[in-house]
């Protein structure tokens, strides 16, 4: 590990990527990125945004200044219709291997939880009326919108619903995509039981795991 405090930003360099520190608010910030882009990242000065987002100013083209986000120089996507995703939705992870391109429809795929959800599984929510668990998912693709219900007397049934159909429509933009086993995984608690529960989806929609942990 090899330490380094520039005019610009403190850099801590490990074997294949740097740890840049940022100052927001009289807070320490961090990001990551990898060895090869040290010369195009440390041209720059970065700062991180309410969003998380870690940007920097370039020269535009006509001559004035214009922001642009660390995920997008790395990529040299300059292009604001073309996405950046980050697939471990860390917006300060901007090592290559976890940047891809993406549409808007692609980008939506990939969201972590919202507060408005209280199951605890994306897409999955309960229905007092009928005593139910609602499994949902839509999906937008070359102008067509996939929108998939059901509902499930137990939450098991639902959570396995909704991977096998993100395994179906999202592939490896779903939120709980694993690139090294290509496979959906979740662990979530379950509300049959209050027990940990871990289910694998392969990315053709078949169940290959469903373990209880306690």
Known sequence: MERTRGVK???IKY????EMSMINKNKHKKCYFDIADHDLVTQHIWKIDKQGYIYTMI???KGNKRRITMHRLILGVLDESCLVDHQDLEKNNNRRGNLRKANKSKNEMNKPLTSLNHSGVRGVSY?????TW???IRSESNDAFTRIRKSFPLFDDAVKYRLINESNLFKEFSP???KLT???QLTY???DDNVQTFIEVDISGNILNFNKLE
């Open 134 to 136: 609602a499994s949902e």
């Open 176 to 178: 709980n995509y694993n």
């Open 15 to 18: 074997e294949n990527y740097y």
């Open 127 to 131: 229905r007092k009326t009928r005593d």
């Open 189 to 191: 608690m379950s509300h």
């Open 59 to 61: 020269n535009s083209e």
């Open 182 to 184: 290509n496979t959906i």
């Open 9 to 11: 930003n403190h850099l």
